[in-house]
């Protein structure tokens, strides 16, 4: 491993790096690029005979990598989440998830790291999409760590699995003592106060918030929820059990995505009430990564205030 985990490592080159690592051990690796090429660093140079680019054609590349995971390979295929998502969304229901083959989506761009791009790029609606789909793992890593340790349990996973990552050039790192497992979530901070589930890069603003709080006499438990499907349904009803209010972040859509997840497993077996903040079934507009943040209302300052709310209705109930 040539790389720092414990740095402020960018996702995409986390990718890169442990695709080049993994993917050259393992001859069942191939890459399928949307004209995305990039994003597999190089392994695309190094094993060029397990290298295919397909041009923008996402759904010829679901398409193709089905038809390499039904001879046993271990295909991944990457561009802009958007458009592997949306545009492919047919070729992934049916060519891959329906039979269960083990091909790895791999949205880059995904949220607010698409900025300038706007609307048409920033994938806010992905993690819905694919959580509808049967048979489909859903992977949201929180930093650069992460992703590269997601990559790696990737190459062996049963199953079709979409990994959603960030396209900015570096991630803020989220110290976590618990390995990264697929479908355990981690917890970042301990407390019986509240409960604040996030994943991707809100995780790191969801720990500033909870330190924030502890100022202020607040225990704010945060989780750090990976793997939006399979949900850690025992994590989330332990939360539910023991600090009665819960608070998902996410930078998605707040229907569909971890919100609604969360709200699905707690009102079926542990009702409390669960506030979700996110985006609130609109559209992205064109601006800086951290203007996004801030107009949406998803910085650690809005958690902090939103988790005091929160704390302040249910006492005066």
């Known amino acids: ?79 802009y989440a958007t458009f592997l998502t949306m545009r492919a969304c047919e070729q992934i229901r049916t060519d891959i998830a329906f039979a269960n083959l083990n091909v790895r989506i791999v949205g880059t761009n995904a949220g607010f790291s698409s900025d300038w791009l706007g609307m048409t790029h920033q994938a806010l609606e992905d993690v819905a999409l694919m959580r509808s789909i049967p048979n489909m793992t859903v992977l949201v890593p929180a930093d650069g760590a992460s992703t590269y340790r997601l990559v790696e349990a990737l190459i062996n996973y049963e199953g079709p699995a979409y990994l959603r990552i960030r396209g900015t050039a570096s ?66 009803l332990k939360a539910a059990a023991e600090t009665k209010r819960i608070l998902t972040v996410e930078e998605h859509n707040v229907i569909g995505g971890l919100g609604s997840a969360v709200a699905e497993v707690t ?32 910085t650690s300052e809005h958690i902090v205030a939103e988790a005091k709310k929160l704390l302040e209705t249910e006492e005066s109930k």
Not at 194 to 216: C, F, N, P
Not at 272 to 284: E, F, I, K, P, S
């Open 1 to 79: 491993m040539a790389i720092d985990l414990s740095s402020n490592l960018s996702m995409r080159k986390a990718f890169s790096e442990a695709i080049t690592e993994f993917g050259l051990k393992d001859e069942r690796v191939f890459s399928v690029a949307a004209d995305s090429e990039s994003r597999f660093g190089a392994f695309r140079k190094e094993a060029a005979d397990r290298a295919i680019n397909v041009g923008i054609a996402e759904q010829n590349a679901m398409s193709i990598a089905a038809g390499l995971a039904f001879c046993g390979k271990v295909p991944f295929v990457s561009t």
């Open 171 to 236: 991630e803020p790192h989220v110290h976590c003592d618990e390995p990264i497992v697929i479908g355990k979530a981690r917890q970042i901070r301990a407390g019986n106060d509240l409960t604040i589930i996030a994943y991707g890069r809100l995780v790191y603003e969801a720990m500033l918030a909870a330190d924030r709080l502890a100022q202020e006499g607040i225990k704010a438990r945060v989780l750090d929820m990976h793997t939006v499907k399979p949900l850690d349904e025992e994590a989330v």
């Open 267 to 298: 009102s079926t077996h542990c009702p409390v009430t669960v506030w979700r903040m996110g985006v609130q079934d609109r559209y992205g507009i064109p601006g800086t990564e951290e203007d996004l943040f801030a107009f949406f209302g998803l």
